[in-house]
């Protein structure tokens, strides 16, 4: 069984910053990855950011590339999100997702989700 739990998210102005965390209880020795989503009001979930967690890999979106980093601390068992310059349109629940295997971009190959977080970016 895997349980993940999200930091809480918020309210942050345009061109500032904000960190999630993902707290990861997955008592497995198999590989896996962990993933972040983000869901705007009427849109589909998009892929943001994954991570493989043995080898450290990283994958990150265009929309977000060079704003947003992914990484992963095996100490505190947590992946985190560091999102900067933020913009209105990063406006979108944020969900972190796990997966055994290799990180991919598709979230239905993702077996278990945290309950999402809610980013408001104001203009």
């Known amino acids: 069984q895997v349980q993940l739990v999200e930091s809480r998210g918020g309210l942050v102005q345009a061109g500032g910053s904000l960190r999630l965390s993902c707290a990861v209880s997955?008592?497995?020795?198999?590989?896996?990855?962990m993933g972040w989503f983000r869901q705007a009001p009427g849109a589909e979930r998009d892929f943001v950011a994954s991570?493989?967690?043995?080898?450290?890999?990283?994958a990150v979106a265009d929309s977000v590339k060079g704003r947003f980093t992914i990484s992963r601390d095996a100490a505190k068992n947590t992946v985190n999100l560091q999102m900067n310059s933020l913009k209105p349109e990063d406006t979108a629940v944020y969900y972190c997702?796990?997966?055994?295997?290799?990180?991919?971009?598709?979230?239905?190959?993702?077996?278990?989700w945290g309950q999402g977080t809610q980013v408001t970016v104001s203009s």
């Open positions: 997702a796990f997966r055994y295997g290799l990180p991919v971009q598709n979230q239905v190959a993702y077996d278990y």
């Open positions: 997955a008592h497995t020795s198999n590989t896996y990855s």
């Open positions: 991570v493989h967690w043995h080898s450290g890999r990283t």
